[in-house]
Structures are given as C-alpha cells and as structure tokens.
C-alpha cells in the first residue's frame, strides 16, 4: 500500500507544470526580468495614452487655458511691462514672446497636478491597489506612471506651442537648440509629475484638490519667471516674491526652457531641476512604501 501511495505524494509535492525546483526561480526571473519591467512600463503608458484619447475635453482645456493668457493677458499688458535687452534675448520683444516659455510651463504644471488627482482617484477605485501589488519594484512602477504624465504634457506643451504659432507667437523651436528645448521640456515636465506623485501621497480624498490649486499651484506660478523676470520683480521693491520666485523649481524650469530656446547657457537651471525631480520622486516612492510611508498608504488604497 505504501508503494502504491508513493507516487501520488510525490506527485502533489512537485511543482506545477513537473518543474523542478531548479525550474521555479526560472520562471519566476522570467517574470520579473528587464523584458517584463519594460512591458509594464509600456501597458501603463499606453493605458494613460488611450484615457487621454477618450478625454477630447481634457486637451481642449489644457490649450484654452494658456491661449486665452495668450490673447488676454498679453495683449492687454503688452505696454505695460516692457522687456528690456536681458539674457537670453539679444533684441526687444513682445511681451507675447517673453511669456510663451512661461505659459508651456504652465500646461506642465496643471497636467503635472492633475497627474496627483488621477492618482488619488485611482486610489479611491481600488486601481493603485492592483497596480502596485504587481510582481515589479514599487518606485518602477511609480516611474512608470510619472513617464507616462511626462508624455502627456510634452504632447500638451507641443501642441500649445503649435497653436501659438498659428495665432502670431512664434517660438525658435526649428532649429538645433529647438532639441536642447526639448530636453528641457521633458526634464520640467518630469519634475512636475514627480511633484504631482509626491502630491498624491497627502491628498486623501479628490475633494482636498482645490487645496492643492490653492495653495501649490498658483503660488509656484505666479512666484516665478513665467510672467515677469526676475530682475522686474527686484526693481519693484517686492523682495521677498523676488527671492521666493530665485529658489522656486518652477522657475528654474521655465529658465532652462527660455535659455534653451534662444541657444544660451542656462547655468544653475538644469541642476535644480534634475535635482528635485530625483528629491520628489524618492520620497513619493518613500511615502507610497506601506512600511515606511506617510501614513499608512496601503490601508487607503
């Protein structure tokens, strides 16, 4: 009997599939290998590709936005607020033209934020729970989404430069400093998603974003270079917004994108941004860390 019974225990103590035990760390490094990071990274861009695609109303307002400063804005202070002959311009110009860069900026910065109120909406379906229970590392998965905001709002930022184009405000995007442009673009628009990440890790409920319009993105907008530069904001006697707007990120990123679009040497601009894309995307990955994050991130969703 005991003979009998033998293969049957041997059998159910076997790995499925007749593997051996040599077998099971292979399939499970097949699984989670580079191939499989890659396809993950792949399957979440294009999931947030195909919403966005769903969301006509989403890029309408994303480009009606900054054109309506644009056409307002512009237009009504275009006497007002003379530029003067500063780096990186080596003539007068419109103010039209001086607050393009300031106003790509801003469509970083608003998808950037609505990447966080995506996310908290994610995590109040169950979505972010599925997402990041999946047999990959936390931050790659976090990295995944923040690539995937990035696209979107280089897609976004492009097209507002397009339309700005066809409206007379014609940035020097067709050249080869037009790449260095592009660069900067992508990094601002990094920093602003991984800021959005960060974001998402305190807003616990979709209600609690107005709060962030509030009080993130207005004041990292308006206490920067995307309207007025720098050197304005001293001669006025407002010192305290003119220090404020030298140690904003935001302006940093709307410095590399002017100095790159007029090919000249963006000096501390690159390293400030690059350097807070990587401080917000290691404590986003550290607060979305159930062990060790901000308050208990896996109890929420």
Same mark, same amino acid.
């Given at each position: 009997?005991?003979?009998?019974?033998?293969?049957?225990r041997?059998?159910?103590?076997?790995?499925?599939?007749?593997? =051996?035990?040599?077998g099971?760390?292979? +399939?499970t490094g097949?699984?989670?290998g580079? +191939?499989?990071a890659?396809?993950?990274?792949?399957?979440?861009?294009?999931?947030e590709l195909f919403?966005?695609?769903q969301q006509t109303?989403?890029?309408?307002?994303?480009?009606?936005?900054p054109l309506? !400063?644009?056409?307002?804005?512009?237009a009504?202070?275009r006497n007002v607020f003379?530029v003067?002959?500063?780096?990186?311009?080596?003539t007068y110009?419109p %103010?039209?033209?001086?607050? +393009?860069?300031g106003?790509?900026?801003?469509?970083?910065?608003?998808?950037?934020?609505?990447?966080?109120?995506?996310?908290?909406?994610?995590?109040?379906m169950?979505l972010m729970?599925? *997402?990041?229970t999946?047999?990959?590392p936390r931050p790659?998965?976090?990295f995944?989404k923040?690539?995937a905001?990035?696209?979107?709002?280089?897609l976004?930022?492009l097209?507002f430069v397009?339309?700005?184009?066809?409206v007379?405000?014609?940035?020097?995007v067709l050249? !080869?400093a037009g790449?260095?442009a592009?660069?900067?673009?992508l990094? $601002?628009a990094?920093?602003?998603?991984?800021?959005?990440l960060?974001?998402?890790?305190?807003?616990?409920?979709?209600?609690?974003?107005?709060?962030?319009?509030?009080?993130?993105?207005?004041?990292? %907008?308006?206490?920067?270079?995307?309207?007025?530069p720098?050197w304005?904001?001293?001669?006025s006697?407002?010192? !305290?917004?003119?220090?404020l707007?030298?140690?904003?990120?935001f302006?940093h990123?709307?410095? !590399?994108?002017?100095f790159? *679009?007029?090919?000249?040497?963006? $000096?501390?601009?690159?390293y400030?941004?690059?350097?807070?894309?990587?401080?917000f995307?290691?404590? +986003?990955?550290w607060?979305?860390?159930p062990?060790r =994050?901000?308050g208990?991130l896996?109890?929420?969703?």
């Amino acid at each position: 009997m005991s003979d009998d019974r033998r293969p049957a225990r041997d059998l159910a103590e076997r790995p499925p599939g007749g593997l =051996g035990a040599a077998g099971a760390p292979a +399939a499970t490094g097949a699984r989670s290998g580079p +191939a499989h990071a890659l396809q993950a990274l792949q399957a979440i861009v294009l999931r947030e590709l195909f919403k966005f695609s769903q969301q006509t109303g989403r890029l309408v307002s994303a480009l009606v936005r900054p054109l309506l !400063w644009l056409a307002v804005f512009a237009a009504g202070f275009r006497n007002v607020f003379g530029v003067a002959i500063v780096e990186p311009y080596d003539t007068y110009i419109p %103010y039209d033209v001086y607050i +393009a860069p300031g106003l790509v900026g801003m469509v970083l910065l608003f998808n950037g934020m609505q990447s966080s109120l995506a996310m908290v909406y994610d995590r109040e379906m169950g979505l972010m729970r599925l *997402l990041l229970t999946a047999p990959l590392p936390r931050p790659w998965l976090l990295f995944s989404k923040l690539c995937a905001t990035a696209l979107l709002s280089v897609l976004q930022a492009l097209a507002f430069v397009a339309v700005a184009a066809l409206v007379g405000t014609t940035l020097p995007v067709l050249s !080869w400093a037009g790449l260095h442009a592009l660069l900067a673009l992508l990094c $601002g628009a990094l920093m602003l998603g991984a800021l959005g990440l960060l974001l998402s890790v305190h807003i616990r409920q979709l209600e609690n974003f107005a709060g962030t319009m509030n009080f993130v993105i207005f004041p990292m %907008y308006f206490m920067s270079t995307a309207l007025y530069p720098l050197w304005k904001l001293q001669e006025s006697g407002a010192e !305290w917004v003119y220090q404020l707007a030298r140690v904003n990120p935001f302006t940093h990123a709307i410095e !590399w994108i002017r100095f790159a *679009l007029y090919g000249k040497d963006p $000096g501390l601009a690159p390293y400030v941004v690059v350097g807070c894309l990587v401080v917000f995307f290691v404590v +986003a990955c550290w607060g979305y860390d159930p062990q060790r =994050g901000f308050g208990g991130l896996a109890k929420r969703g």
